[in-house]
């Protein structure tokens, strides 16, 4: 059982045909548009809809989620967007790849590595609108969603994370790179925005051209919690599609032993 089928296509040729996919599900009931939302950034800020809000979200802020791509855009996306508020998820650990070498990068984490490269290139007053919020309770990640004006999400050819299919559920706008594992989720002009994964030139553009572009935000988003629905929805589609795949086992006749007929699982 594979979550998608870019995960199914990473195995040897023949075991492929003996994988089903089946993604584990989005509760798009749950995660889904809130035009009332708002979020709270320390203690005294309060940002609602009305707000300009660019999200990137990581387990882990490192390379292989494209930590480094989205820095080196930020000091032309906040020098295009003044009232823009950066929001920033993820801890300074790495989920997939490795810790950097503090004789070739000068530092021990790639969250302060990338901040320092582009640091010099940002004001003060700029960086004040840059917010590293760590990894948020789950109660507090939705709303962040669903607070989004724009919502950017890279990776090298890899695992698809789960938060860019909440963030579609969400109606996000969403800038993500154009990468192999995309292409299921994230259909360029349709439910998204696809840019080269290191041009971080095209990354800021994009997002500001979107970030001026309301009614565009709108159509991508909608389509994008569409698509989500349609494919990813948790009691609609998926965890049907589950119980199907554990029943077929259960009634095989290429199981080992004696194989009894059993009520189907509720």
Known sequence: LSP????????????????????????????APNPAVSLTLNDNLVLTKQDEVITFVNRNLEPYRGYHVFMRALPEILKCRPGARILIVGADDVSYGARPRPEEHG????????????????????????????????????????????????TYPFVLSWSLLEAMSAGCAIV?????????????????????????????????????QPEERQRLGASARAFAQQHYDLHG??????????????????????????????
């Open 237 to 266: 589609v998926c965890l049907p599609q589950q119980l199907a795949w554990v029943n077929a086992l259960r009634s095989s006749d290429s199981v080992v032993g004696e194989v009894k007929p059993k009520a189907p699982l509720a």
């Open 4 to 31: 998608t089928h870019w995960q199914a296509s990473t195995f040897p040729m023949p075991f492929r045909s003996k994988i089903t996919v089946v993604h584990d599900g989005i509760d798009t009931q749950a995660v």
């Open 176 to 212: 993500a790179s154009d990468t192999q594992p995309l292409h299921e989720a994230v259909r360029h002009n349709e439910t998204g925005k696809l840019v080269n994964f290191f041009n971080h030139e095209a990354l800021a553009q994009q997002v500001c051209n979107l970030l001026d």
């Open 107 to 154: 530092g021990t984490k790639w969250k302060d590595i990338f901040a320092a490269e582009v640091r010099p290139q940002i004001s003060e007053a700029d960086w004040g609108r840059v917010y590293f919020l760590g990894n948020l309770p789950y109660q507090h990640f939705i709303p962040l969603l669903q607070l989004s004006t724009v919502h950017v999400y890279l």
